[in-house]
């Protein structure tokens, strides 16, 4: 068996069902909020989105001409092996997936502003590791698009407004953002830890799906809180008006220092865009998220 051949085939899949197939939760919550939106024009736009859901499916195109940067995290199990070979199948597989799917090249290099023309370059597409017992690897690709990124943001606050000040900062950043991140969309929200360490919680944060509450009952009335604060702003579907801005709150926190209080807000488009896989150490594939459609 060629563990190598299985991690990409396994990359390239779930790259391909990322960008075309939503998944479910997300699906399910654009529909209620149609169902559930007053304005008529925060209705035509959701209609819109959801017959571009539709069309990416029926023709097995990317749901949005941006397919994003690559983003993978690695869950891997401590007896895994040749997890130092894992990079180079990922990065095969995201050239494969630019040509063949066909992904729109995201690239581009800061100083020269080339693109490399195929989603990869220094530390693109980046790896997140986390190690677990056992032998699988656990697989999760999300691409994610240039509007919700540039509006992502870390700060710091003041220590002694603790929660409040939270809130404050997440409903400043979903006024601020506006219209550029193409709502409705997914607030990822950490506290804590350092700057860096905020971001990183913050955007992983955005992998949890839409229908799967806080297990902490004190956080989960926390993302209610600033899920309803954040629909009452008004901005709605594509900035264009109404009680629909944001299809939820994901929040999660690290303890921090003292006289620090990191936090950050990372914002995902409509299109929120992930899957993940499990291999085993056999070469058995589980596909977690997407049923295999092809």
Request: include cysteine; proline fraction near 6%; hydrophobic fraction near 40%.
């Amino acid at each position: 068996m060629d563990m190598a051949k299985v991690i990409e085939d396994v990359a390239f899949n779930i790259l391909k069902q990322a960008v075309i197939y939503l998944p479910e939760d997300v699906k399910q919550a654009l529909k209620k909020a149609y169902a559930e939106e007053t304005s008529e024009t925060g209705r035509t736009q959701l209609k819109a989105i959801l017959d571009n859901i539709e069309l990416a499916e029926k023709y097995q195109a990317p749901v949005c001409q941006d397919t994003g940067t690559i983003i993978f995290y690695v869950k891997a199990g401590a007896e895994a092996k040749n997890l130092d070979k894992l990079e180079e199948p990922l990065i095969k597989a995201v050239r494969r997936a630019t040509k063949e799917i066909p992904l729109r090249p995201n690239a581009v290099d800061p100083f020269t502003q080339k693109n490399s023309g195929d989603n990869t370059g220094r530390f693109i597409p980046y790896l997140n590791w986390e190690i677990a017992s056992g032998e699988s690897i656990e697989l999760t690709v999300m691409t994610k698009g240039g509007g919700s990124e540039n509006v992502c943001l870390t700060g710091m606050l003041v220590p002694g407004e603790g929660i409040n000040g939270l809130k404050k900062f997440v409903i400043d950043a979903v006024i601020k953002a506006g219209a550029q991140p193409c709502p409705p969309t997914i607030l990822g929200v950490a506290m804590g830890g350092g700057s860096d360490i905020a971001i990183k919680l913050a955007k992983k944060a955005l992998l949890r799906p839409l229908n799967e509450p806080n297990p902490n009952p004190e956080i989960a009335k926390l993302e209610k809180e600033i899920f309803e604060a954040a629909n009452m702003t008004g901005i709605g579907p594509m900035g264009l008006g109404g009680k629909t801005t944001v299809l939820g709150v994901h929040i999660d926190y690290a303890y921090r220092h003292p006289a620090s209080f990191p936090a950050a807000v990372a914002f995902n488009c409509w299109a929120a865009r992930r899957a993940s896989a499990q291999i085993d150490a056999d070469g058995n594939v589980e596909y977690l998220t997407h049923k295999m459609r092809w």
